[in-house]
């Protein structure tokens, strides 16, 4: 990869740009030396102090980091948000359907069956909206509810339509 050296040591001086080395009886010690440091970390990854100088490591899922560098850790996503994958910038806003209560969630949570969510980046469940009556949501994670169809009929928050008895219209 790419290495960048920089803070070669002046002998006269026995300073660099970045660090200034103990004189001897014999001069700078470590005169003439180069430091190297590692590429910066990409963003997405963070530089893993436990492991090698220079080491960078994927943001894992529900986290990201959108500077690149030598930054420590990643940010854990906000509530309403997910990053199911590892590596990431950005954090996304939970899909209509979904919210997500706590940060650092990897995936948003599915509103349950019989409610509805139409909006983006929701953080609470009670944003989940029971279906009106005459509309239903069959399965979790529904935008919007879904009327029933002709002679058939439902509740508020029903997860199917029920037919209408014989005899009656509704």
Do not use: K
């Given at each position: 990869?790419d ?7 002046y002998?006269?001086s ?6 200034t080395?103990a004189a ?39 986290t990201?980091?959108?500077?690149p560098?030598?930054?420590p850790?990643?940010?854990n ?12 910038a950005?954090?996304?806003?939970c ?16 509103c ?5 969510q139409p909006l983006?980046g929701?953080?609470l ?11 239903f ?34």
């Amino acid at each position: 990869g790419d290495t960048l050296v920089v803070g070669a040591q002046y002998e006269d001086s026995c300073s660099t740009a970045i660090a200034t080395v103990a004189a001897t009886d014999n001069g700078c010690n470590d005169a003439g030396a180069a430091y190297v440091f590692a590429p910066p970390c990409a963003a997405g990854s963070f530089a893993d102090a436990s492991l090698a100088v220079g080491y960078c490591t994927a943001c894992p899922p529900g986290t990201a980091q959108p500077i690149p560098g030598f930054l420590p850790t990643c940010n854990n996503c906000s509530a309403g948000e997910q990053q199911p994958l590892s590596g990431q910038a950005v954090c996304e806003a939970c899909p209509t359907g979904t919210y997500a209560t706590f940060d650092g969630q990897a995936m948003c949570t599915p509103c349950p069956a019989g409610r509805r969510q139409p909006l983006t980046g929701q953080s609470l469940e009670l944003s989940c909206l029971y279906c009106d009556a005459g509309t239903f949501a069959n399965a979790s994670g529904s935008a919007e509810c879904t009327p029933c169809p002709d002679n058939h009929f439902a509740g508020v928050g029903a997860t199917s339509c029920t037919p209408c008895f014989p005899g009656f219209e509704c």
